[in-house]
């Protein structure tokens, strides 16, 4: 199944950091923008950052903006989500989303998701 794969979830005291990767084993996604979004238990999944594919524009939601930072490495194909300041409220599934993928010289405009990565953040 051709999907994403996130890492770098985990338990973290509120005010600290995590730094979150999302990778497409055997694909290449750096031509397509990338976004990361997340999922607390009982609500519905929200945007939470996107990158351009050149990386040349980021945006964030309100919520994260000034704490969060998505970057990507188009020779690593790699995108990241630097997350500081971690609060009790971002405990949540966090989940990669690129809008396209290649595999080879064949590339396609079909969305590509992840599992998600589980982030904790206690009080």
């Known amino acids: 199944q051709v999907q994403l794969v996130e890492s770098g979830g985990g338990l973290v005291q509120a005010g600290g950091s995590l730094r979150l990767s999302c990778k497409a084993p055997?694909?290449?996604?750096?031509?397509?923008?990338a976004k990361w979004f997340r999922q607390a238990p009982g609500k519905e999944r929200e945007f939470v950052a996107a990158i351009r594919w050149n990386g040349g524009r980021t945006h964030y939601a309100d919520s994260v903006r000034g704490r969060f930072t998505v970057a990507r490495d188009s020779i690593q194909n790699l995108v990241y989500l630097q997350m500081n300041g971690l609060k009790p409220e971002d405990t949540a599934r966090y989940y990669c989303?690129?809008?396209?993928?290649?595999?080879?010289?064949?590339?396609?405009?079909?969305?590509?998701w992840g599992q998600g990565t589980l982030v904790t953040v206690s009080s």
């Open positions: 989303n690129t809008e396209g993928y290649c595999a080879g010289a064949a590339c396609t405009n079909v969305e590509l």
């Open positions: 055997g694909l290449t996604f750096n031509s397509y923008d």
